[in-house]
């Protein structure tokens, strides 16, 4: 209580602060925010947890309800992120999900892959056809009557269906690690879980920069095709795998001889890769993604690398999906919930039916068949920061579609983690917290 006490006092003097502050005092309002972001949303996401949701559903619940669409639709001072702040802190979208991708590609390694190889191609690719061509297919349908795709010219209809067939195929390597750790399961459905969820990541980003590029002549025919488009691609796909390598190498270089300052070290190769690779028409997350795996699986410094990444990125990560839920303009996501919720009700279908037929082609145990497809639920960071993308590069498409994606991994977020933690207990892999404590509380005589 005193807790909640304490930040409900916060917040009121911030907004007092606030009232009292010269429209112009910008930085100070940046900096004020970024400090109410580390503090309440930070508090409120380890409040959520205890009602079986993840933290990031409380970071993001903080943004909406502090931004500039609820709070600040009653008075400027009350959104703490109004729109300057918003502006200011997003430079660390970039820094959150390079971290993503390079604990994504440290996640990934060669024996789980190797073991379960047959599954995972056969899942990944029912998943390409069925859950990415479905979505496509089912926000085509719906381009005529749907209210929020309704007054959409028919490219950029197509061009959002396109896309957001794309992300609906993410997953989440931090949701579904978290959970493991927490639940601690041994067997086949989890191993084949966390392995599906960070190949199929590192597909998406391949097949997210050939849509992307695809829509971006969709939208702007003028520009023509031309084989300096072909070029172009190869260069951005072949280039960003090869600097990943390169950026694996340098960081494996650097903990073998020099090993200091490991929180700088991963924040700084975040940083460069998302900041200095697209000027360079590189993709930074997909260069990082490759790094990552090639310090797991080439270096001995693999492990130590993920335990930096977990012991200081929470800061970024909280800031990170607090703006994105700040970010979101409610007034677009009061239009969309119907289309969000059914969304996400069709693609779930669609996961579990082509896991299930995947994993039964592919000759898996029966509980992998029966279960896996739980796991690969839950959507997060990777999702969001694609759809950020798009805004950036494609605004025509892009601020419909980033506002349905964090709708849909509203959605995801809270079904996901359930279902995901019910198929382990199904699968028989792990026990419900109930009888854990029981197994562990000593016997009374």
């Known amino acids: 209580m005193r807790r909640w006490v304490g930040l409900a006092a916060v917040c009121l003097l911030i907004v007092a602060v606030r009232l009292a502050m010269p429209a112009e005092a910008s930085a100070a309002t940046a900096a004020m925010a970024l400090g109410f972001v580390l503090l309440v949303a930070f508090v409120l996401g380890r409040a959520v947890r205890r009602f079986g949701l993840p933290s990031i559903t409380g970071y993001i619940l903080v943004g909406m309800v502090s931004g500039p669409y609820l709070l600040g639709w009653l008075h400027p001072a009350f959104a703490v992120l109004g729109h300057s702040a918003v502006s200011n802190l997003r430079l660390l979208d970039g820094v959150a999900l390079g971290l993503i991708a390079l604990s994504a590609g440290g996640e990934l390694k060669l024996d789980a892959v190797r073991h379960h190889a047959r599954a995972i191609a056969f899942v990944i690719a029912a998943m390409l056809v069925l859950v990415c061509g479905g979505t496509a297919l089912l926000v085509?349908?719906?381009?005529?009557?749907?209210?929020?795709?309704?007054?959409?010219?028919?490219?950029?209809?197509?061009?959002?269906?396109?896309?957001?067939?794309?992300?609906?195929?993410?997953?989440?390597?931090?949701?579904?690690?978290?959970?493991?750790?927490?639940?601690?399961?041994?067997?086949?459905?989890?191993?084949?879980?966390?392995?599906?969820?960070?190949?199929?990541?590192?597909?998406?980003?391949?097949?997210?920069?050939?849509?992307?590029?695809?829509?971006?002549?969709?939208?702007?025919?003028?520009?023509?095709?031309?084989?300096?488009?072909?070029?172009?691609?190869?260069?951005?796909?072949?280039?960003?795998?090869?600097?990943?390598?390169?950026?694996?190498?340098?960081?494996?270089?650097?903990?073998?001889?020099?090993?200091?300052?490991?929180?700088?070290?991963?924040?700084?190769?975040?940083?460069?890769?998302?900041?200095?690779?697209?000027?360079?028409?590189?993709?930074?997350?997909?260069?990082?993604?490759?790094?990552?795996?090639?310090?797991?699986?080439?270096?001995?410094?693999?492990?130590?690398?993920?335990?930096?990444?977990?012991?200081?990125?929470?800061?970024?990560y909280v800031v990170f999906f607090t703006i994105a839920g700040a970010h979101l303009n409610l007034e677009t996501l009061a239009r969309i919930w119907p289309l969000a919720v059914g969304i996400a009700i069709v693609r779930g279908v669609l996961i579990a039916l082509s896991t299930w037929w995947a994993t039964r082609l592919a000759g898996a145990e029966p509980s992998v068949q029966r279960w896996a497809w739980t796991g690969l639920i839950p959507q997060a960071g990777v999702a969001i920061g694609l759809a950020v993308i798009v805004e950036s590069r494609l605004p025509e498409a892009g601020t419909l579609l980033n506002a349905l994606v964090v709708a849909l991994i509203a959605v995801n977020q809270i079904v996901g983690p359930i279902l995901a933690r019910l198929g382990l207990i199904r699968a028989g892999e792990a026990q419900p917290e109930e009888e854990r404590r029981s197994a562990r509380a000593p016997a009374r005589g």
């Open 140 to 316: 085509l349908g719906l381009h005529r009557w749907a209210p929020a795709l309704a007054d959409m010219p028919l490219p950029v209809a197509w061009v959002t269906a396109m896309l957001l067939g794309t992300i609906a195929l993410t997953n989440s390597p931090a949701v579904t690690l978290a959970l493991m750790r927490e639940m601690r399961p041994r067997g086949a459905v989890s191993q084949i879980v966390l392995a599906i969820v960070v190949v199929n990541d590192l597909v998406v980003i391949v097949l997210f920069t050939l849509v992307l590029a695809v829509a971006g002549l969709l939208l702007r025919p003028e520009a023509g095709f031309s084989v300096a488009f072909l070029l172009d691609l190869g260069w951005e796909m072949a280039g960003s795998i090869a600097l990943g390598v390169a950026l694996g190498w340098l960081v494996a270089w650097y903990l073998e001889r020099i090993d200091q300052e490991r929180p700088l070290l991963v924040l700084g190769t975040a940083f460069v890769a998302v900041a200095v690779l697209p000027a360079m028409h590189l993709s930074g997350v997909l260069a990082l993604m490759v790094a990552g795996f090639f310090i797991e699986n080439h270096s001995p410094h693999g492990q130590g690398l993920m335990d930096a990444i977990d012991r200081h990125s929470l800061p970024v």
